[in-house]
């Protein structure tokens, strides 16, 4: 399999050495070029994705040119070793942007020799396994990440949280006599190097921090992908807040429960945009390690929080939408596709829209929509108290009162259906003879004319028929109705109206 080295140099060409030693082969020619800086070794944008990479390369002809690469993408690649992943980014000062997904770069992950990565603020390991002990060193060694993907990895729970998990077990353990508790050894006596758990009453961090190159990951081979059939969940690795993280991506995991997603709001406390997308998340009501729901408010932790992609969600309860509305800085939801939306009894989406728009007053975005406006909000408010007005108390929502007291009580709306009758009754006159029929208005003159031939005996191509509006008789006479083509209800044809028929005289 090639090096990183080898792949760029069969992409972008010979190294610069190699060139000079064939110039003396080279018939040389003197044209005019305009002046131009002379092209870099490699560009600040470097795609290598599916080259089947497995290592760095030559670390002084890496360095000599890779030095100024801002972003690198080596998905689809076959990096399994987190040393090589750091050798390469050991020779890119400057990377700004790094893309290792379909790599299996699982773990564990060792402290790598001096390398800053200082400006590396986009990581994307989307569908790499990656471990939840390996995302907390990770967190540790990029101070300046802002957006970090971890979609496809199948997680079950977020493993990482500021709060010290053994501390809480053991609290609650106490009640129980003890040593069952989670933060107590083991059968064997032993407790797990990478808890923290700080007998010295040390800060755990710094605890943490001494063991990142001792401490591994269990076996991803022990995870269960599905969720129904997790066992215990296992304790979350103890971290601190990374304040630089803003965005964070974990599309298409099996997580369920807002318990675990609080975890992520205490590991990123600045956090602006969150993507649940394809998550089975089934409310957004806390619940604790045993399913049990708990007091926590659903944005205690999401302060900042400005978008939130629950799309494909498992959530059926319009109680989980008014919770989103407390979320204090919350502008832009996406909230496609879920269960709710089978079930509701509001029959168009544009009805859907309205209630949604009503229930959620911060909110100036929805699902990917244009800005909702003030003329907008206040039809779809007035729309959602008429949508209560006959529905008992105990089945109206506590934002139907605050918008009585916004709007006032509203009457219900008159329904007036403004299309034309499809079928009206017509009387047909033809010399002495007179009949009523109903009339379907879709119809064409010619379909008329053939149906009319059997009652009048009167052949459809020696027909004249004249179209006589009751109300209008007086004013405007006769209208010839000329055109084979046109349709009935063109001439507003209405219940009452008279259609004269005439034989064609010959000529």
Known sequence: MPTLLEALEEKYGMEPDEKE?????????????????????????????DCN??????????????????????AQNKLNNWNEVFVILSHMP??????????????????????????????VLNNTKLEWCSVEKLLRLLPALEELHLSLNEYTHVLIDTIDPFAASGASASGDGGGGGVGGGGKDGTVDATSNNNANGEPATSQTKDTMSSCSCPSSESTDPNPSHSGVEPPPFQTDPHGGVRKLHLTGNYI????????????????????????????????DSQGNENDEESHKYFQQLKLLNLSNAKIDSWEDIDRLAEFPSLSNVR?????LWARTDSTTEHERRQLLIARLPNISILNGGDTIGAVERED??????????????????????????????????VNIDLRPERKVKVRFTFEDKAIERTVDVNRTVSDLKSRLERLFDVPA???????????FRDLQGLEEMKYPHKVLYSYNIRSGDEIIIERKVKS
Request: glycine share 4%.
């Open 21 to 49: 030693e064939h110039v003396e082969e080279e018939v040389l020619v003197s044209i005019f070029v305009p002046k131009l800086p002379p092209r870099q070794s490699t560009p600040q944008l470097l795609i290598l994705n």
């Open 53 to 74: 990479i497995d290592r760095a390369g030559e670390p002084e002809d890496l360095k000599k040119k890779c030095r100024i690469v801002k972003e690198l993408d080596l």
């Open 380 to 413: 779809a408010e007035r729309s959602f108290i008429r949508h209560y007005l006959d529905k008992p108390d105990e089945e109206r929502p506590r934002r139907y009162y605050e918008l009585i007291e916004v709007h006032g009580q509203l009457d219900p709306l």
């Open 94 to 123: 400057r990377v700004e942007f790094v893309n290792l997904s379909l790599n299996h770069l699982t773990g564990p992950i060792q402290k790598p020799p001096v390398t800053k990565m200082d400006h590396l603020r986009n990581l």
């Open 335 to 339: 909230l496609q596709y879920w269960p």
């Open 461 to 471: 191509a020696r027909m004249r028929l004249f179209y006589v509006d009751q109300d």
């Open 256 to 287: 369920s429960e807002w318990g675990e997603i609080c975890r992520i709001g205490r590991v990123f406390p600045q956090l602006e945009a969150l993507v649940l997308a394809d998550c089975p998340l089934r409310s957004l009501n806390p619940t």
